[in-house]
């Protein structure tokens, strides 16, 4: 491209989110869907490299607490709307940007170094959230769901009705999840719909506003029709690149439990699969356990989970034919079965990886 059918942005390093807000507001799609040059005042550089540099930077920025947009998950590696981002009384406009800084990143396969929950990924792609996504924001409140749904509550008196207490701008309220909600008693019979609903009013209802305006910028640049085409695992890697996975590393820091050891025959032949796997499929192994791809700063040892540092966790589970592993991602288990023999094993993880049992035991 020649020079002059770049955008060109003149910036102030100490005000770069500001300014390359309001330069690429007034910019036309097309004009920076040719091509960016990005210079920063007092500096020489132009080119690639301080192109990159740019997005480095704005994705650092998205997530700076000053602008109250982003709040970190409950892993603490993690990133998702904040639902009180109305502090800053600008939020939407920046969340639009934000969308736009991502889908430019995109469009010219510039990475981010920026990671969010599974259930942001899932609202860029229109992806509807479940209750296993709570975990990232609250994985006391996910357990509590989850005995619900594992659990016959038929005689407990639980009371519960079909409406919420929140948080609405320092006062409590109850919000009904429907039409009449508070007057609907939970039962047996509707409790994974009560499920369904609290999830979505943690998770969509209390950040819709920001999700939309994000989305307005996101889709100006990248189509939702082609973003959909991915999962939000794959989303994930879009955006923010393989990462190299140093297997000694993450096998020096993992713990086992009921069972297991690290001498165990099922375990050895676990790691020899684990070494014998493509990166891309090394990514997937954990992106299945940990929900993302992202490794720690300082390696495998300061894995995060939903209350704190977390090590990689393998579970022994009793052995039934075509039995998948699966994981539980809020505390980074995998839920090893104790296969027969390492070509099983390696079919089984692989199917699992490839095909998705997130949830589910059998093949």
């Not at 430019?104 to 609202?123: G, M, W």
């Not at 695992?233 to 713990?255: A, F, H, K």
């Not at 297991?260 to 990166?279: K, M, N, P, R, S």
Request: proline residues 4%.
């Amino acid at each position: 491209l020649f020079a002059c059918d770049l955008f060109h942005l003149s910036l102030s390093l100490d005000s770069i989110f500001r300014s390359s807000c309001e330069m690429v507001s007034k910019s036309t799609n097309e004009k920076l869907k040719q091509g960016i040059a990005v210079r920063f005042h007092g500096e020489e550089g132009m080119g690639q490299g301080v192109v990159r540099e740019w997005f480095d930077i704005l994705s650092n920025e998205i997530i700076n607490p000053d602008y109250a947009l982003f709040t970190q998950s409950a892993d603490g590696t993690t990133f998702q709307p904040n639902s009180n981002s109305s502090v800053n009384p600008d939020h939407l406009n920046y969340f639009r940007f934000a969308g736009q800084i991502l889908g430019l990143a995109l469009y010219h396969r510039q990475l981010v170094n920026i990671y969010f929950t599974r259930s942001f990924y899932k609202h860029i792609l229109g992806i509807p959230v479940n209750y296993q996504d709570v975990s990232s924001i609250d994985p006391e409140y996910a357990k509590n769901l989850q005995w619900i749904l594992d659990n016959d509550i038929s005689d407990l008196g639980l009371e519960l009705t079909f409406s919420v207490e929140t948080d609405v701008f320092g006062a409590m309220e109850e919000v009904p999840l429907k039409p009449g909600g508070t007057s609907i008693l939970v039962t047996q019979d509707n409790k994974a719909e009560y499920v369904q609903l609290v999830t979505e009013l943690r998770m969509t209802r209390a950040i819709q506003p920001q999700i939309n305006a994000f989305l307005q910028g996101f889709h100006t640049f990248i189509p939702a029709s082609l973003i959909q085409l991915f999962d939000e695992y794959e989303l994930e890697l879009l955006l923010s690149g393989m990462p190299e996975i140093d297997v000694q590393d993450w096998c020096r820091n993992t713990d086992y439990t009921s069972g297991y050891d690290a001498q165990e025959q099922v375990i050895q032949w676990f790691w020899d699969v684990v070494t014998g796997l493509t990166q891309e499929e090394r990514v997937l192994l954990l992106q299945f356990v940990t929900g993302s791809s992202r490794v720690p700063h300082g390696g495998f040892a300061y894995l995060m989970g939903g209350s704190g540092l977390q090590k990689f966790t393998i579970a022994a589970v009793p052995y039934t034919s075509n039995l998948l592993p699966t994981s539980s991602t809020c505390i980074n288990m995998l839920k090893l079965p104790e296969y027969p023999s390492k070509e099983v094993l390696r079919d089984r993880l692989l199917v699992a990886l490839h095909c998705g049992s997130y949830g589910y035991t059998m093949a």
